[in-house]
């Protein structure tokens, strides 16, 4: 008896491990992947589906047919690191503390890895985490995406215009001299030394920019297919369009004043590639792809920059065409064929990729993103987020958007001879190219404004939680 009541007790152990295992198994199976598609530089007008009429984009507007255009999607810098740095912690840069500037070659700081990122949330649910492309948030190993939260990195550290190890020795620079490079395509290896790295080594130098592009892609299907029976999270922040330009010899237009074009053309057959995979492996239905950019188009480039369409300026300005760029997405919930106007960005990725997945985010560290997971969904007509405040590429406050109105106050240089700021007020929801300045006619907006954006910039500077530095 004794004997069979033992053989009973591991047969019904063996059923509720198996019951266990398959719920377990099942659990995985539902919760849905994220890709973030991540360019650079890239204007709010450079996607077929957001008004290009010289560039053609039907892989990305493929995402926007079968999914959601957002056109008041903000960035929370108009600079490369400290709008990476928000959209991974969901924090304005300043809150930890990454808001002055780019990092360069010679930067000896970086994201603390206390902070807790998308992948760090991610990867606490069992999904299998990647960063494929630019990573700009410090290259020191301590620092680098697999100190943050990813399982594997491949890509440059910093811009694809920094060279290793001084960032000396660059070629000419300006449009003309980015004509001169388009013309060379060699000189991606003979006026360039920027590294590419795998996980925490150099693993070619200088990197063939060439190629780059397609390899990130190519690197982030591997990883799906690798990963396809467990959820998975792709970052791929393409180091393209930020100059200098340049795309495989097989794609390539000899004629400089297409480079641009050519390069978003490019990046949007790469897309069309990590669309098939998901189409091919049935995962499709399951995951979130979601596209944008860093920040707005580098004007001064002309014809190797972007364009801001309808926005005025461009990168390294708070109006809207340095904040406000491009987003479209698709996955589970998401209403094909919809746009959204409502105020939302990426600094609202983690908190609503949070929501999403069921896990909620670890108390104590504030961060400023809200979950906007019923915007994504279409089930709430208004967004949660009803203000945003604009910092300048140098971390100082100068704005503050708050419903349809957004105010800038924007101090002379140096501050010569204390001369007072420029005060900006416009209705962006009426006057999206900001033609309209009613500072004058609108003195209690303004100083109402003013006030609660010194409030808010006074708490973050308060709680600012500190950068890792080299010792």
Same mark, same amino acid.
């Given at each position: 008896?004794?004997?069979? +009541?033992?053989?009973?007790?591991?047969?019904?152990?063996?059923?509720?491990?198996?019951?266990?295992?398959?719920?377990?198994?099942?659990?995985?199976?539902?919760?849905?992947?994220?890709?973030?598609?991540? *360019?650079?530089?890239? #204007?709010?007008?450079?996607?077929?589906?957001?008004?290009?009429?010289?560039?053609?984009?039907? &892989?990305?507007?493929?995402?926007?047919?079968? !999914? =959601?255009?957002? *056109?008041?999607?903000?960035?929370?810098?108009?600079?490369?690191?400290?709008?990476?740095?928000?959209?991974? *912690?969901?924090?304005?840069?300043?809150?930890?503390?990454?808001?002055?500037?780019?990092?360069?070659?010679?930067?000896?700081? !970086?994201?603390?890895?206390?902070?807790?990122?998308?992948?760090? $949330?991610?990867?606490?649910?069992?999904?299998?985490?990647?960063?494929?492309?630019?990573?700009?948030?410090?290259?020191?190993?301590?620092?680098?995406?697999?100190?943050? #939260?990813?399982?594997?990195?491949?890509?440059?550290?910093?811009?694809?215009? %920094?060279?290793?190890?001084?960032?000396?020795?660059?070629?000419?620079?300006?449009?003309? /001299? %980015?004509?001169?490079?388009? &013309?060379?395509?060699?000189?991606?290896?003979?006026?360039?030394?920027?590294?590419?790295?795998?996980?925490?080594?150099?693993?070619?130098?200088?990197?063939?920019?060439?190629?780059?592009?397609? =390899?990130?892609?190519?690197?982030?299907?591997?990883?799906?297919?690798?990963?396809?029976?467990?959820?998975?999270?792709?970052?791929?922040?393409?180091? %393209?369009? $930020?100059?200098?330009?340049?795309?495989?010899?097989?794609?390539?237009?000899? &004629?400089?004043?297409?480079?641009?074009?050519?390069?978003?053309?490019?990046?949007? +057959?790469?897309?069309?590639?990590?669309?098939? @995979?998901?189409?091919?492996?049935?995962?499709?239905?399951?995951?979130?792809?979601?596209?944008? @950019?860093?920040?707005?188009?580098?004007?001064?480039?002309? $014809?190797?920059?972007?364009?801001?369409?309808?926005?005025?300026?461009?990168?390294?300005?708070?109006?809207? !065409?340095?904040?406000?760029?491009?987003?479209?997405?698709?996955?589970? /919930?998401?209403?094909?064929?919809?746009?959204?106007?409502?105020?939302?960005?990426?600094?609202?990725?983690?908190?609503?990729?949070?929501?999403?997945? #069921?896990?909620?985010?670890?108390?104590?560290?504030?961060?400023?993103?809200?979950?906007?997971?019923?915007?994504?969904?279409?089930?709430?007509?208004?967004?949660?987020?009803?203000?945003?405040? $604009?910092?300048?590429? =140098?971390?100082?406050?100068? /704005?503050?958007?708050?419903?349809?109105?957004?105010?800038?106050?924007?101090?002379?240089?140096?501050?010569?001879?204390?001369?007072?700021?420029?005060?900006?007020?416009?209705?962006?929801?009426?006057?999206?190219?900001?033609?309209?300045?009613?500072?004058?006619?609108?003195?209690?907006?303004?100083?109402?404004?003013?006030?609660?954006?010194?409030?808010?910039?006074?708490?973050?500077?308060?709680?600012?939680?500190?950068?890792?530095?080299? &010792?």
């Amino acid at each position: 008896m004794l004997g069979g +009541s033992m053989k009973q007790s591991h047969v019904l152990l063996a059923g509720l491990l198996a019951v266990f295992l398959l719920a377990v198994e099942s659990a995985a199976a539902a919760k849905p992947n994220f890709v973030i598609i991540f *360019t650079d530089d890239q #204007g709010y007008g450079d996607l077929s589906c957001f008004g290009s009429k010289t560039i053609k984009t039907p &892989n990305i507007d493929r995402i926007a047919k079968e !999914g =959601r255009k957002f *056109t008041s999607f903000m960035v929370a810098s108009p600079v490369c690191t400290p709008s990476r740095s928000a959209l991974l *912690t969901g924090c304005y840069p300043k809150r930890v503390g990454m808001h002055q500037h780019v990092l360069f070659p010679t930067s000896t700081k !970086g994201l603390n890895p206390s902070e807790h990122t998308i992948a760090d $949330h991610l990867k606490s649910q069992g999904y299998a985490t990647a960063c494929f492309g630019k990573w700009h948030l410090g290259h020191h190993k301590e620092v680098l995406p697999t100190s943050n #939260g990813f399982d594997t990195y491949y890509g440059i550290p910093y811009s694809n215009d %920094m060279n290793h190890p001084d960032n000396k020795g660059k070629p000419r620079g300006g449009w003309q /001299g %980015m004509d001169i490079l388009w &013309n060379d395509p060699e000189s991606t290896l003979t006026k360039w030394k920027t590294p590419l790295f795998e996980d925490e080594k150099i693993v070619e130098w200088p990197v063939d920019q060439r190629t780059v592009t397609r =390899r990130y892609t190519q690197k982030s299907i591997d990883f799906i297919k690798a990963n396809k029976d467990k959820p998975f999270f792709v970052y791929l922040p393409h180091s %393209m369009p $930020h100059i200098p330009l340049y795309v495989p010899n097989d794609v390539r237009d000899p &004629n400089p004043k297409n480079a641009y074009i050519n390069v978003i053309e490019h990046i949007d +057959s790469e897309v069309g590639r990590l669309l098939k @995979t998901l189409d091919e492996l049935k995962l499709a239905n399951n995951t979130y792809v979601i596209y944008t @950019t860093d920040n707005g188009p580098w004007l001064p480039f002309r $014809h190797h920059g972007g364009s801001a369409g309808p926005l005025r300026e461009g990168k390294g300005t708070t109006f809207e !065409g340095g904040q406000r760029v491009p987003c479209v997405m698709r996955g589970p /919930g998401i209403p094909a064929g919809t746009v959204c106007d409502e105020l939302t960005g990426t600094i609202d990725l983690l908190p609503t990729i949070a929501a999403i997945t #069921g896990k909620p985010l670890p108390k104590g560290k504030k961060i400023d993103g809200i979950n906007v997971s019923s915007l994504w969904k279409g089930s709430a007509k208004d967004s949660p987020r009803k203000e945003f405040l $604009h910092y300048t590429s =140098r971390g100082n406050i100068e /704005g503050l958007r708050s419903g349809n109105w957004k105010l800038l106050v924007k101090k002379p240089r140096g501050n010569p001879n204390n001369r007072p700021p420029q005060i900006f007020l416009f209705d962006v929801a009426n006057d999206v190219g900001e033609k309209n300045n009613l500072a004058k006619s609108k003195p209690e907006v303004v100083k109402e404004l003013r006030a609660r954006m010194e409030t808010l910039d006074a708490e973050i500077t308060k709680n600012a939680r500190k950068p890792w530095f080299k &010792n």
